[in-house]
């Protein structure tokens, strides 16, 4: 029996099929769910933590099933896609107020909640209202409501979307070190790369239906022969764009805004090389990194072609 | 151990009220309890300057018009409209800022989180009805041949607590209709500006399917009985006892909140990305 049994497992939002008869069991330890956008992550997401009843067949978590189960979120933490909070409230205020909803008394949460702050690095503005937090902070303070009551297994849904490099590297750091403390995690993205840093389990999901269960590696070969699109907000995009075109893997690359997007062959590498020149500040602030799912939508078509 | 649906419910207002109080609505809603106000100060400012006419009443007039206004303006328009305002807003804020998934995944019954935002409800309009009250009264009463305020007192907190009642009522009634419906706000506002005015003026049972009709009996004062107005207000005037409204309402209150529970525990809400 795995952290999470399906059998059978279909969610329909009126004629639109969002999960079409998914059975599997994911393993303890770390699993990635990887898919293009709008191919049945969240839904499964949102069916594992009980917020969606299954229209047909059925699930269970860590044993038991979830619709309906609400003694078992002591046991699960969910971190969201959405950026939703209440806004003015501080870091610190929200994370405690949703940890008495377990039950726990007041000093008790806030000691809690401090932990789960400082598990996530942000001790220093757990004061702050949650409005005033960028994009890193805010999806770090929905990871420590996950983590604030010590789940056993924690769903995290596109954790790493929006982030910095540092700080992404920095959250994938964390991720791998829940997991070896004995957590199991769920963590869904639509960027292989990203799944491939924390995991090499992963589920593969496209149009509701799991293409693939196990190893990454043979999947990240496929996905190489892809060119692979990286959107680049930050502060001095010119000089950004001079550097990378030194670089052997860029193929091609354009100016969007204040945002410079690229084109690459070799994205691992690319990653690396884009996570050291943020680090070493030397070409100004690299305020977020995002990756559209073209390329891996591309990989997709193919594994489904008949 | 889960935490009893009280004392979820109890968290679950700790955590909304602020956001209820300091939101938007609120000040929207603050504006419009603010209108009875700015009425009592234009008339004060009118009997001042020598502008309003004083009725020769068996009554004195301030007490008269205080009375008018409890009935027309807080009752008949004020209260349900915070009801729907509020009420309908419970689980459709949470939804359409989509928070609600931080207390779905929480160890506790979905029904407390609908029991403990009416709570913060029910302070919330609170907090901004009865002060409104409270200043009219002070304002208004002495109007005219200025009546005895300590006498009327009792009055005004037969007042505050039918107005509490008032709220007490829509609250439920909306909370439910915002936990069942996907356009509540459109459905609360029919409900309470077209179908109660509506039943009340009909003939038969009708008017029993109101919050209104329930909420009349405990009104303390007498209305004018002779003219057009007289005429009009009298319409509305056909009341149950005092113990068929009390319990009315707190049938009202009961099923409103049980609906509302079972609905918010058996229902999918399913955010937009």
Redesign the interface.
Same mark, same amino acid.
């Given at each position: 029996m795995g952290i999470v049994d399906a059998h059978h497992l279909s969610k329909w939002?009126g004629q639109v099929i969002g999960l079409n008869d998914v059975t599997l069991s994911v393993p303890p330890g770390i699993t990635g769910l990887l898919g293009p956008n709008g191919a049945g992550k969240?839904t499964f997401m949102k069916l594992m933590?009980?917020?969606?009843?299954p229209s047909q067949g059925a699930i269970t978590v860590l044993g038991e099933p979830i619709w309906?189960n609400? #003694?078992?979120?002591?046991r699960?933490? @969910?971190c969201?896609?959405?950026d #939703? @909070?209440?806004e003015?409230?501080t870091g610190l205020e929200w994370v405690t107020?949703?940890v008495?909803?377990?039950?726990v008394d007041e000093a008790e949460a806030d000691r809690l909640a401090r932990g789960a702050l400082d598990l996530v690095e942000l001790t220093a503005v757990g004061d702050k209202k949650i409005g005033a937090y960028s994009k890193g902070m805010r999806q770090r303070v929905k990871m420590a409501?996950a983590l604030v009551h010590d789940p056993e297994l924690v769903v995290l849904d596109e954790p790493l979307s929006g982030m910095d490099p540092l700080v992404r590297r920095k959250t994938i750091r964390m991720i791998k070190e829940w997991g070896r403390q004995g957590k199991s995690i769920i963590v869904s993205s639509h960027i292989l790369h990203e799944i491939e840093a924390m995991t090499a389990n992963i589920l593969l999901i496209s149009q509701g239906r799991i293409l693939a269960e196990g190893d990454v590696h043979q999947i990240r070969e496929l996905i190489d022969e892809h060119p692979h699109t990286v959107h680049i907000r930050a502060e001095r995009t010119r000089a950004l764009a001079r550097e990378f075109l030194a670089y052997d893997d860029v193929l091609s690359l354009k100016f969007e805004d204040d945002a410079v997007v690229v084109e690459t062959g070799r994205p691992d590498v690319f990653y690396a090389r884009l996570t050291e020149l943020a680090a070493s500040g030397e070409l100004g602030v690299i305020h977020e990194v995002t990756s559209p799912d073209d390329n891996l939508q591309a990989v997709f078509r193919y594994l489904v072609k008949p | 151990m889960q935490p009893s649906l009280w004392s979820s419910a109890v968290r679950i207002f700790d955590l909304s009220l602020g956001q209820m109080l300091w939101s938007r609505r609120s000040v929207f809603l603050g504006l419009v309890v603010g209108g009875p106000v700015v009425l009592a100060v234009a008339l004060r400012l009118a009997e001042a300057s020598g502008l309003l006419f004083t009725l020769d009443r068996p009554r004195p007039a301030g007490a008269m018009l205080y009375g008018m206004m409890i009935w027309l303006i807080y009752v008949r328009f004020i209260v349900p409209v915070l009801g729907v305002f509020y009420g309908t807003s419970l689980i459709a804020d949470e939804i359409e800022d989509r928070t609600l998934t931080y207390l779905f995944t929480r160890p506790i019954q979905r029904a407390a989180v609908i029991v403990g935002k009416y709570l913060a409800y029910l302070v919330c309009t609170g907090l901004l009805l009865l002060p409104s009250v409270v200043i009219v009264f002070f304002l208004v009463v002495p109007l005219g041949r200025g009546a005895a305020i300590a006498g009327l007192f009792p009055a005004l907190l037969t007042d505050l607590g039918m107005l509490g009642l008032g709220l007490a009522a829509y609250g439920a009634v909306f909370a439910f209709v915002g936990a069942r419906l996907k356009r509540p706000l459109l459905v609360g506002l029919l409900f309470a500006l077209g179908w109660e005015p509506a039943a009340l003026l009909a003939p038969g049972y009708l008017k029993r399917l109101t919050v209104a009709y329930y909420l009349q009996a405990l009104i303390a004062h007498e209305m004018p009985q002779d003219g057009l107005r007289g005429a009009f207000l009298q319409a509305f005037r056909e009341v149950p006892s005092l113990g068929t409204s009390l319990v009315g309402l707190a049938v009202i209150v009961g099923v409103g909140l049980w609906l509302a529970g079972r609905t918010v525990e058996r229902r999918e809400y399913v955010l937009e990305q």
């Open positions: 939002y969240s933590t009980g917020q969606l009843k309906g609400p #003694a078992l979120y002591f699960i933490g @969910f969201p896609e959405q #939703a @909070f209440y003015r409230m107020a949703l008495r909803l377990n039950g409501q | -």
